[in-house]
Structure formats: structure tokens, C-alpha cells
Nanobody, 123 residues
Framework: QVQVVESGGGLVQAGGSLRLSCTAS????????MGWFRQAPGKEREGISC????????YYVDSVKGRFTISRDNAKNTLYLQMNSLKSEDTAMYYC????????????????WGQGTQVTVSS
């Protein structure tokens, strides 16, 4: 049974930092491209970053580029999102998702999703 679990969310002041983690089990983690998505209240879910299965390729949307860093540790079956210089508009539920294959694309279909971790940035 595949399980995907996010952690690390919380309440932080604007300008602060958080590191999200996502741990997966029940599959071969290294076979999957990973992505981070978020959904703010009243808004559609958006993809913000993805990383190829080996970690050599990463992609960020413009709104987080230069502030967020995605990384993965295949030996630990864990995905990370380091978030710096947080803004109030980063407030959202953050989800990690897994897509079998090597192509990092936020528009592709992701096979497995976590339950999400809440990030709230106070101004």
C-alpha cells in the first residue's frame, strides 16, 4: 500500500522560513518524479515545483523561484521543500505528489498524493 505523508507546515511570520518534508512508502521512490502543489482558500490547486527522479532537474513557477528550493533524498524516500522569504500569499495547504517516470512536469498527471500540510504566513 502506497503512503505519502507531508510534514513541516506551520505558522510563520512573513520573511521567515519553513522546510516541508514528504515521505513515501510502498513503492520504489527513485522511480518517481516528485512535485509540490499548493491550494489556497478559494483558489485552484497550483503546481509550484517538481524534481526529476534522480534530482538532476528541477522546475519552479515564477512566484516561488529564488525563494523555494526542492530537493530529494532517494535513500530516505523523502522529498523536501525549503521555503525562504515567505509571503502572506504563500499561505496554503501544501501537497506533495508522485508521478512515475523521469519527466518533471507540473501539468502532467500525478499518481499518488499526500494529505497535505498547512502553511500559514502572517503579515
Amino acid at each position: 500500500q502506497v503512503q505519502v505523508v507531508e510534514s513541516g507546515g506551520g505558522l510563520v511570520q512573513a520573511g521567515g522560513s519553513l522546510r516541508l518534508s514528504c515521505t513515501a512508502s510502498g513503492l520504489t521512490f527513485a522511480d518517481y518524479t516528485m512535485g509540490w502543489f499548493r491550494q489556497a482558500p478559494g483558489k485552484e490547486r497550483e503546481g509550484i515545483s517538481c524534481i526529476s527522479w534522480g534530482g538532476s532537474y528541477t522546475y519552479y513557477v515564477d512566484s516561488v523561484k529564488g525563494r523555494f528550493t526542492i530537493s530529494r533524498d532517494n535513500a530516505k524516500n523523502t522529498l523536501y521543500l525549503q521555503m525562504n522569504s515567505l509571503k502572506s500569499e504563500d499561505t496554503a495547504m501544501y501537497y506533495c505528489a508522485m508521478r512515475r517516470g523521469w519527466i518533471c512536469s507540473l501539468g502532467a498527471t500525478y499518481n499518488y498524493w499526500g494529505q497535505g500540510t498547512q502553511v500559514t504566513v502572517s503579515s
